[in-house]
């Protein structure tokens, strides 16, 4: 025979309960508001995974590029070129997680999403790393 009136979380061979809010990190996003629908939280956490992808991807660039500049002994500038790409996918990154938890708390506060802080930054530095590597390539033939 079984208790209905058993405590939660109590032995009775049911699912345990899920942890309270207080006990998730980080408490400035989890310890605000109450608990979004979770798809789009999980929306907003592939976003920031995107974002990540993409700080990645420019560490992986300036890393071909100065090995490539190693390689074939092509002049400093490629190097500098390269540690900019790695140090803006690193701010990539922390921009991703930042704007992560902005959205979230947003979300459960029930506001408005706030406006992305590092997509115009980001097209910036692509269009100018674009820019200068093309102008690179032009004056070397």
């Known amino acids: 025979m079984t208790d209905a009136t058993a405590a939660p979380g109590s032995d009775d061979g049911g699912a345990a309960d899920p942890p309270a809010a207080n006990d998730r990190r980080p408490r400035s996003v989890y310890g605000v508001g109450s608990e979004p629908d979770p798809r789009f939280s999980m929306a907003n956490e592939r976003t920031a995974l995107a974002w990540v992808r993409t700080g990645l991807a420019l560490i992986a660039g300036g890393i071909a590029l100065t090995s490539v500049a190693a390689v074939a002994e092509l002049p400093t500038f ?23 938890q902005r959205n979230e708390r947003a979300m459960r506060l029930g ?23 093309a102008g690179y390539a032009v004056s070397q033939t």
């Open 111 to 133: 506001e408005p999403l706030p406006s992305p802080i590092a997509l115009r930054w980001l097209v910036l530095v692509v269009v100018l790393a674009a820019l200068v590597l």
């Open 78 to 100: 490629l190097d500098v070129v390269a540690i900019f790409s790695c140090l803006f996918g690193a701010v990539t990154a922390v921009i991703a997680l930042i704007e992560w």
